[in-house]
């Protein structure tokens, strides 16, 4: 049954003929399968094609409406949900704001309320979720405890997947954001099919996430791509420069000081290009040391400052190009802040697959039967 839906989904609708051909089986063995696939849900029967001389084709498609994923962003200021079907078509969606200085039960709150908006504008509940992923700043263990996070009051400590379970569904999975928005960019963002990439989410903070060989790098204790720890590298100054900038109206908060100046820079404000000029600065410092340590194909410049890619990424690269044996590939992200969810969806995705593809496990029943 795995090849046959394997071979089905994500290919629209499909005839036995061309089922048995991209399956490699049989054209009865696959009739059989796709039967057996029929009664449990899995697979839908369309109506023959018309005008059709001869025997009618029997049409089979994948029921991508048979379960649900959730993903959310736990950031400093907002709370994000996306949810999609199982092709990856967003179906929900919702935001929050939150204070930067909420507490931890505030905050979890936000994401229970966030999460239920998010299913209820898809008309799901958390029973048709087949997995959900949440991503946060810190550093997370594969159980899903955040082990350390200096970027959210009460965070260190918290059991994620402990405290969201049930509320979130069945399955709730918890991975760090950079990692996520690195997943993100290599499914529909601007490194499609790079298996070697370095993701760098850069505004208010500044981290790393890593994906090798296609897959996460979150090393033995979750705390690869941290290397703004490290007070030779200038990740743990370089926003400042740019919140920093003197232009700034009085009382401007953080999330809001990176747009401002780099759009003071834009327009060839002095002051606002040399504090850019000594971001960038700061910034290839720690990028030179990720890029001589794992050797990517890519590396993506992401967060709250990829929407001034324009301003910042020539003075990035002219700082970049000297510490390195050879210059990376760079680019700025295009999916902004949606980069952390949409991660989450996928990360979400990618475990439902390996339960409907793993030849050794019960088959799953859809989450709408």
């Not at 039967?35 to 029921?63: C, D, H, I, Q, V």
Request: proline content about 5%; overall charge negative; charged content about 20%.
């Amino acid at each position: 049954m795995v090849t046959t839906l394997r071979a089905l989904r994500g290919r629209g609708t499909m005839g036995l003929t061309e089922l048995a051909a991209r399956a490699e089986l049989s054209r009865p063995t696959v009739e059989g399968l796709a039967e057996e696939l029929l009664s449990l849900g899995w697979l839908a029967e369309e109506p023959p094609e018309t005008g059709r001389m001869g025997r009618p084709r029997r049409l089979f498609r994948f029921r991508a409406e048979a379960g649900h994923v959730l993903g959310v962003d736990i950031g400093a200021h907002s709370v994000r949900a996306l949810v999609c079907d199982l092709e990856g078509r967003v179906v929900g969606r919702f935001s929050t704001r939150v204070r930067a200085d909420s507490g931890r039960a505030d905050r979890l709150n936000a994401v229970r309320d966030t999460a239920a908006a998010a299913l209820e504008e898809a008309g799901a509940g958390a029973a048709r979720v087949m997995a959900a992923c949440v991503g946060t700043t810190g550093v997370v263990t594969a159980q899903g405890v955040v082990r350390l996070s200096v970027g959210l009051p009460e965070w260190t400590g918290i059991d994620l997947a402990a405290e969201l379970a049930g509320d979130l569904g069945p399955v709730v999975l918890v991975e760090n954001d950079t990692n996520l928005a690195a997943l993100a960019e290599q499914w529909t963002g601007v490194a499609e099919g790079v298996q070697d990439l370095l993701f760098v989410l850069s505004g208010v903070r500044t981290g790393a996430g890593m994906l090798i060989r296609g897959e996460v790098h979150r090393g033995r204790r979750g705390m690869a791509g941290e290397i703004g720890a490290l007070p030779l590298v200038g990740w743990h100054r370089a926003p400042s420069h740019l919140a920093g900038f003197g232009g700034l109206p009085a009382g401007t908060p953080p999330e809001e000081a990176a747009g401002l100046a780099l759009s003071a820079a834009r327009s060839g404000d002095p002051a606002a290009r040399w504090a850019v000029e000594q971001y960038a600065h700061d910034l290839a410092e720690g990028i030179a040391a990720l890029v001589l340590a794992m050797d990517p194909d890519l590396v993506v410049i992401g967060g709250g400052v990829s929407r001034s890619g324009d301003v910042l990424l020539e003075p990035i690269r002219r700082h970049l190009d000297p510490l390195c044996l050879e210059p990376p590939r760079l680019a700025v992200s295009t999916l902004g802040d949606q980069a952390v969810v949409l991660g989450a969806l996928r990360h979400a995705l990618n475990h439902v697959d390996a339960g409907l593809y793993d030849i050794d496990a019960p088959f799953p029943t859809p989450k709408d039967s």
